[in-house]
Structures are given as structure tokens and as C-alpha cells.
């Protein structure tokens, strides 16, 4: 039986089976800002965090839009 390495959380450094990297933005630049290599926590928390602070951008810039 064949063991499988375990791998690394960029973020937090926790051992996964299995790790998940974000779809960016369109400004994003790679060369500034790498990406890191995500468990699904992580990930799930960053995309949440994405998803809030479009969210906020748009309702700053359009007056009451609650």
C-alpha cells in the first residue's frame, strides 16, 4: 500500500490531503502578491473575506444601495 505525503497549508500550515489555490481578481499581480497554496479553511475564509469586501466597495460607492 502506497502512503501518500501529506501536504502544507501556505496560510495556516496545517497537514492536508489536499490543498485548494483562489481564483484572484483582475488587478492582481503576481509578481507583488503571490497566492498561496490553501486547505479548504483557509481558502474558504479568504473567499469570504473576497466576497465582504467587494460587497462594501460597492455599497460605499453607490448611496443607499442597503
Known sequence: MM???KLHC???GS???NLRRAMVDADYNAL??????DCNRCYEEKRTQ???KRRGSVSESVPNLR
Open 32 to 37: 507583488n502578491e503571490p497566492v498561496p497554496w
Open 50 to 52: 473576497r466576497q465582504h
Open 10 to 12: 501556505e496560510s495556516c
Open 3 to 5: 502512503m501518500s505525503e
Open 15 to 17: 497537514e492536508v490531503d
